[in-house]
């Protein structure tokens, strides 16, 4: 039996306050044989909502051209004003290998979808993250500077021409940043004090962007109902930046300051292999194999 | 979309040296639509064939049907002599409860299928494990105690009467067990050290037998080629003794010694749940659920 396998889609549309518009595209993307639309999560103060859907490559290419179709019949960005930052109907739409395919197949078809995105909507595509054609344009933030009001100043730029599509933005549907990266883990570690300084200063010797781990995004705050600190976390490679060792490493700083970790928590979902790996670490597991989870010879994966 | 359960079926049958009787049995059980044949292992000095099936009830229960019709004509257990216990031509068949079933539902399982059994070809049946009809018929040893050559005196005895079936054992196939319990786990810790003394005080203080967890059976043993010791486990019920349990109980009482675990090991296959204990436990999660794994969620499982 061949193993299936499953990418995760997570677009972003800059939709968040009609729920009838929202309800129509996700009854169309439901219609489409081969994906499944696991979660939709709107925000009206961002005018924005989320789309998680899975499956197999062609079925996504599918439904990511009807959401263009849908969105862009909808959407009209010269009207849209929201505290999220944006620059198209559809703004981003990453691509996420989850089991039985590799990043390279996954950035494949970000950029088999972001050239018949261009050519079938006449909308610019920006290649982001693992897709992107130059280390300038992997980070989102920076693609989407400028947001939609920005775009057509931006496009002229040396370095900012879009990779597929014309060099102006869509007059409704400003432009669109399609990519694929590794799955998100949104993790948490709160700390067992009320010392706001410890949980920032953990933060700082965590995230990249301060010299921690490469894949580690870290702030520390207060949750103030339960007198506690936390230092919350996105970890954006948990293959090269494992969970145990972002854990331990806390751990280790807060006890420097003479403070325990009182309990970690996971937001949202969680790769097994995350996990897996967590288990191996900490059991001293030699030899082990994917292979050996009963779940995943049950289901003939590996 | 509906969780599809999934129960394992791990029959064993007194033939392991033919291997063309094996073959056709296997191919026999190939056939039934909804199940899988995960694996076959023979036996030659126990001429012994372990089977592992998985699918829904109905069709595991047709296949153990099926596998009953094609032992009994191939096997005849007046001419078997084999290393291994044994009281059947179809020795043992337990039913695992994996994914989305209880461990009722498998015992509901075992009962029915034991019914038919032996209606439709005469065999006694005993119940075991979770599904004995009394504390003393839980043990598959006490069970299969005198073995084929035993059975019809056993039969006679006061509280050895079959579940299921004839008071006396079919000539050819002797007499089952079918019952229910939960996946084993083979897991072994390898110590830094070649004192065979400490891996045995360690086993004694871990298995059941000896005053240690309820569901651990440990025995410490010498790999005489590495240098080394190990303590030898099967976990036989994960949830209630949980393989981070017993790791932290041999660290302890290795340490006792001034002993190092070197590494552990899990032998064969292990149920994703029992490894994300582990992780659970170590990373300090709080209010995680299986439902947050990826892959639970894509599947439409729990």
Redo the contacts between chains.
């Keep these: ?1 061949a193993a299936m396998s ?1 990418i ?1 889609c997570v677009p972003n549309i800059s939709e968040g306050r009609d729920p009838g518009v929202v309800a129509r595209i996700a009854s169309a993307l439901r219609d489409i044989a081969g994906v ?1 639309l ?1 979660d939709v999560q709107s925000d009206a103060a961002h005018h924005r909502s989320v789309l998680t859907l ?1 499956g197999e490559a062609g079925p996504l290419k599918l439904a990511v051209l009807e959401l263009f179709e849908q969105a862009m019949a909808a959407i009209d960005l010269r009207e849209h004003k929201g505290e999220h930052p944006r620059m198209g109907a559809v703004d981003v739409v990453p691509f996420v290998p ?2 039985g395919v590799t990043m390279e197949a996954c950035v494949a078809l970000a950029k088999d979808v972001a050239q018949e995105v261009a050519k079938r909507f006449g909308v610019p595509v920006y290649l982001y993250e693992e897709a992107a054609s130059a280390p300038s344009r992997r980070n989102l933030e920076d693609v989407r500077r400028g947001e939609f009001e920005g775009l057509a100043a931006k496009m002229q730029q040396s370095g900012w021409q879009p990779d597929f599509g014309p060099h102006k933005p869509h007059a409704t549907a400003g432009a669109t940043a399609i990519g694929a990266r590794m ?1 998100l883990i949104a993790y948490n570690i ?1 700390l067992a004090t009320n010392r706001l300084d410890v949980a920032k200063k953990i933060a700082a010797g965590l995230r990249m962007s301060s010299g921690g781990y490469r894949f580690v995004k870290a702030m520390g705050l207060a949750l103030e109902d339960r007198g506690i600190v936390q230092v919350s976390m996105n970890l954006t490679n948990y293959e090269k930046t494992p ?2 060792r972002v ?1 331990e490493t806390v751990k280790r700083e807060a006890a420097r300051y003479g403070v325990n ?6 937001v ?5 292999a995350a ?2 790996q ?11 194999s994917a292979k ?7 289901r ?1 994966a590996e």
């Design positions: 039996m499953i995760e499944r696991l899975a989850i089991e799955p709160n969970i145990f854990f970790v009182l309990e970690s928590e996971i949202g979902l969680v790769p097994s996990l897996m967590a288990a191996e670490f900490y059991l001293q597991l030699e030899g082990f050996q989870v009963l779940e995943n010879k049950l003939g």
